[in-house]
């Protein structure tokens, strides 16, 4: 019969062979998340001319802003990779038969559930959506030096830097315009009009957002006041700058912090759909966190069933399956919460209850 000392022992030990698992679990889906972005950030350096810094900031960000998301699947990925190789090779077994409790053996699952979800917490109420915020307002600023991306050959592109720009011919890749049309009506009263033969998009690296230089070739300049004024120029410089005005932005919802979401919840909403999604933000946040628990549970559970020679592949194939299934009624929950379908604590908490309620199933089957 195994000691209090020995069950200790024990709980250790499987506590320790999960820190490694999450780790890597961790790595792995920030991989997945980064492959998907690859095409898109690639666009960045190569198309658009933003540099690599900037393109790190962004992915860091965006990073941050997942991290209540990432946890929870990296700690089903640990205990399901743990629980079933200790299974697979019979230790499982062992200590149950050396007299180790069910309890023994599923607290450091539930041990490490808790330090996973109050780091989770704590990055959902506050570090996540500080890092949406940072999201949006360097993608806002971006959005605006991706000159090439926003003339279009053939096409009128209005609301760019309050000028109307037209070009007849396009090189996104080198930045070229050729036939160059630009309606400048930052001045209401005098508009100018500029048409040259050809331009070239300079963007500020450094200042993403904030400038991009135009210079025209062999081009000419009409205002008309009382008179009609013509310039004819050999060069001519059109900076397309506007002031760093994207922290004034409202937030979105996601970028609230959770002391931010109940202040607004404790004033009266007019608006029911935005007190729906307030509301919604509020529930995500907790839902979320105690999210590891429930992983923790059913990660136990079906971890101690799979008893297969590739416990690796197998522990990942149920990991993925599990966090697909859970995803897909978390979205389709937090869809219904929003447009008023289902009460939003119904709405956000029933994929919780639905898988805590199976892994709790799936540990009495096991354990009995």
Known sequence: MFSIFNGKKAAQYIFFEMLPSF?????????????????????FVLVHGISI????????????????????????FSVLLTYGRLSQDSEIVAMKASGLAMSTLLLPALVMALLV?????QTSFVIAPWGNRQFEVLFSRLANTKATAVIKEGTFAEGFFDMVVYANEVDSKNGKLS?????????????LTVIAKEGTLLPDPDRPGQEVLLRLYNGEIHRQ???????????YDVRFAEPDYTEEKAKSPQSLTLDEVRNRLSHPIKDDELRRIMETELHKRWAISILCIVFALIGVGLGTTTNRRAAKAGGMILCIGVIIVYWVLY???????RNGSVPVPLAIWAPNIIFGLLGLETLRRNWN
């Open 53 to 76: 810094k900037t393109v790190a900031e962004l992915v860091s960000y965006m990073l941050i802003s997942l991290l209540p998301v990432l946890f929870p699947m990296s700690l089903l």
């Open 23 to 43: 780790i890597l679990g961790l790595l792995v889906f920030i991989s997945i998340i980064l492959m998907f972005q690859v095409l898109r950030l690639t666009e």
């Open 225 to 235: 006041a009382k008179t009609h004024t013509k310039i004819s120029f050999d060069n």
């Open 179 to 191: 036939k160059v049309f630009i309606y400048d009506e930052k001045n209401s009263d005098i508009p």
């Open 331 to 337: 979205v389709a929950g937090e869809g219904a919460a």
């Open 117 to 121: 979800g109050t780091i989770s917490a």
